[in-house]
């Protein structure tokens, strides 16, 4: 099996992160599925925006959890890309619309606290409001993928984790809390045997964020589910 090709917050190196132009591109260049993040605006509506303010990829400043969804869509994000100017931070239905049955869409919550602000019990309504047949939902906070299981144990769940995180995140230890199908792993903590492991227990293998051919070449020789790439176009050609 070929691993999926799954565009890194859309196109991202070719059109601004997290907008519906990055997504409409990514397929365009052959991704199997985009991966996007989610937050709550101040007034409870998920948008799909990496970062906790718009400083970096609009031309705004502030907090996304502390603007209503007017006032986010009053921005641009475009991120300097001349092209793409007068792109919008959307929400999640909107892209979950605009992706209809093309592709997997990996929803990443972005959550660190201990309690909810209402996140997923949002983007559930979100996935229900719009029908969307193929979604993914990640996370790097356990609690957060355990409330999604709660709300709704149908939908898939991946567990992110990195090298640089508390050995307890790291390592994968709330699996059980989690009842994740899929592991994403940074591609760094990926080898051989990870894989098969993985796969023994029933779990797929999301990688990310793989952008160089030789890479994406061992990894999906390793029998990796899906590579998560900036570049769909670089990849694709890569597995095929």
Known sequence: ??????????????????????????????????????????????VVIHDDT????????????????????????????EQYRGEKIPTLEEVLRAVGKRGLVNIEIKSTGLKTNGVEGAVLAAIENTGAPRVLISSFNPLALRRMYLLDPRLPRGLLYAPRLPIYLRRAWLRPLVRPAALH?????????????????GYQVNTWTVDEPDVAQRLS????DGIITNKPDVIRKIVG
């Open 1 to 46: 099996m070929k691993p999926l090709v799954i565009a890194h917050r859309g196109a991202s190196a070719y059109a601004p992160e997290n907008t519906l132009a990055a997504f409409q591109l990514a397929f365009e260049l052959g991704a199997d599925g985009i991966e996007l993040d989610v937050s709550l605006t101040r007034d409870g509506i998920p």
């Open 54 to 81: 718009v400083d970096r990829t609009t031309n705004g400043r502030g907090v996304v959890n502390q603007m209503t969804l007017a006032q986010l869509q009053q921005l641009d994000a475009s991120n300097q890309m």
């Open 185 to 201: 792993p940074h591609f760094s903590m990926v080898t051989r045997e990870l894989v098969a492991w993985a796969h023994s227990k």
């Open 221 to 224: 020789e390793w029998g990796v």
